[in-house]
């Protein structure tokens, strides 16, 4: 494979996660950009508190399968590119979306998705967790962090070296994405949600 190849895919995984899904289903069924309402971030979390429950579900699939897509693009096309560059590749899209003007969600669902298609008992571990600790302290921010954590432990049990240094990234990176709402959870000034 050479090093074009390589760019040309990491560059459409990229692009997979640029797409902007919060912003396409407030603007075409709803009218509505996210961008101006709520936490004016493009994730599915603002796509629940500003368009309700049944738009936020589709954004947070639609969030999930950029990773998972992504991911299993060099697996499908044989490359021997790494899966998990790619998944990588499309959680920053995610964040920094060349479609929405670089201002992006936090790639938490999107990098669920990456995890779906490489290692889907782990996926499956992490929304469980995510929903009883979403449930317990109702914070979206807090939740996501401690799926974080959850992810990095995991995969230190699994010896699996590629996975570890992805994980380890896409952990720090929602962590630091995160930071604005570590200091409200503090103040007691973060949005609690409603609707669980």
Known sequence: ???????????IAYLLGSIPSGLIVGKIFYGVDIREHGS?????TNA?????????????I?????????????????????PLIAGMAAAIGHSFPIFAGFRGGKAVATSGGVLLAYEPVLFLLLVV??????????YVSLSSIIVAIIAVIYTFFKG????IIVVLFLA????????????RILNKTEP????M
Do not use: Q
């Open 1 to 11: 494979m050479t090093r074009m190849e390589y760019v040309v895919f990491i560059l």
């Open 40 to 44: 004016g971030n493009l994730g599915a």
């Open 48 to 60: 629940f508190r500003t368009l309700g429950i049944k738009a936020g579900t589709v954004v947070i």
């Open 62 to 82: 639609a969030d999930i399968l950029k990773g998972t897509l992504a991911t299993l693009l060099p697996i499908w096309f044989g490359a021997d590119l790494h």
């Open 129 to 138: 967790a995510f929903l009883i600790s979403l449930y317990i302290s109702k």
């Open 160 to 163: 699996d070296i590629p996975l």
């Open 172 to 183: 720090f990176f929602v962590i630091f994405r995160h930071r604005a709402n570590v200091k």
């Open 192 to 195: 609690k949600i409603k609707w």
